[in-house]
């Protein structure tokens, strides 16, 4: 593969925050610190952790949370030696008053995530984040869902903020090569800052769209040890440092050590097995946020609904990140219709 940027590959981890809804927002300190200390020794360059939705997404509507985030960061930050911690904010959920606070933890990296279409709701945080000397990304969530013109216009209001780099972010693991091979191009010959690319694996091309990003000149790259994300998980971070050493390229991660702590450390955590199941192949057949999965099955199982008839219904209204309220809404109305069918 031959790179179209001489910037180095940084990876990060996010297992420990998109991991936290196959979780159901019960990661314990133990879990945290071991598999933090693991990936550390094993050279990972950031490990992001906070709740699945971000700072501040412990609430009865996104899922309460075992243990307070702040306390599984301080964990974290202690647990490393190399690596750097990051956290997710989504303004309207994450406020300035939780980004102090978990920089003052210890984390050095935030990714500032909006809607692909809603960027100018970040300026406040990216703003903040750069007076505090932490790095700061921009996170374009469901890259699917807007023309590529509007992918380019909202990552410029990011950098115009203060981004040192923006990520195409495919939320509902619904993007194919060829469309990520587009966005990426399109942004790298846009922005004057890095670009980023995070992947869900829902339609099983996690690996080879992470791929086509590196080669269209992303350097922000992220993945998640055993598939522990949202949906069918990201990119797995394992998979694809194996195949990028087949290819001749240097990460700084030891591949043995990734392979040993996916099995040893992160596997004994999971609750089940990270495939693509048919709730997860219906958010990406869909083109549906990948934290719904959880939610969604949990309306059908109350309404006596089949999830994907959820999901494919939410696909049609468009639903973004921040609206799992709607699931419930979109259920009652189905069940409602289904029992006035009969």
Do not use: W
């Not at 590959?9 to 300190?29: I, N, P, W, Y």
């Not at 692909?116 to 703003?127: F, L, Y």
């Not at 069918?232 to 591949?255: K, P, S, W």
């Not at 089940?272 to 959880?294: N, W």
């Amino acid at each position: 593969m031959k790179r179209n940027s001489s910037l180095p590959l940084k990876f990060t981890e996010v297992c420990l925050r998109d991991g936290s809804h196959v979780m159901a927002h019960q990661f314990t300190e133990k879990q945290v610190f071991d598999a933090a200390k693991a990936l550390d020794e094993a050279g990972m360059h950031y490990i992001e952790v906070s709740h699945g939705d971000g700072l501040g997404g412990s609430t009865l509507q996104y899922g309460r949370s075992l243990t307070d985030e702040m306390k599984l960061i301080e964990t974290a930050v202690g647990a490393c030696k190399q690596a750097k911690v990051a956290v997710l904010l989504l303004p309207g959920i994450g406020t300035v008053s939780e980004l102090k606070q978990a920089h003052k933890l210890g984390a050095s990296l935030v990714r500032v995530a909006t809607h692909v279409t809603e960027a100018d709701v970040s300026a406040q945080h990216i703003h903040m984040a750069r007076e505090l000397g932490m790095e700061v990304m921009g996170f374009l969530m469901m890259a699917h869902s807007a023309p590529v013109e509007k992918l380019v216009e909202q990552a410029k209001l990011m950098e115009s903020y203060g981004a040192q780099g923006v990520y195409v972010t495919d939320s509902a693991g619904a993007l194919l090569p060829h469309e990520v091979k587009e966005r990426i191009s399109v942004l790298r010959n846009s922005l004057d800052i890095e670009v980023g690319f995070h992947a869900h694996n829902n339609l099983s091309v996690a690996v080879a769209n992470t791929l086509v990003a590196i080669e269209e000149g992303a350097t922000r790259i992220d993945g998640s040890v055993r598939c522990l994300g949202a949906g069918a998980g990201n990119t797995q971070t394992e998979v694809l440092l194996a195949v990028l050493d087949r290819m001749g390229m240097e990460t700084g991660i030891d591949l043995y050590q990734m392979m040993d702590l996916a099995e040893d450390v992160i596997g004994p955590m999971l609750p089940g097995s990270q495939e693509i199941r048919k709730g997860s192949l219906a958010m990406g057949y869909a083109g549906v946020y990948s934290s719904f999965l959880l939610h969604a099955e949990r309306a059908g199982k109350r309404f006596g609904l089949d999830p994907r008839d959820i999901l494919i219904e939410l696909g049609k209204r468009k639903a973004v990140g921040g609206q799992e309220d709607l699931i419930i809404e979109v259920a009652a109305e189905l069940a409602q219709k289904t029992k006035l069918e009969v």
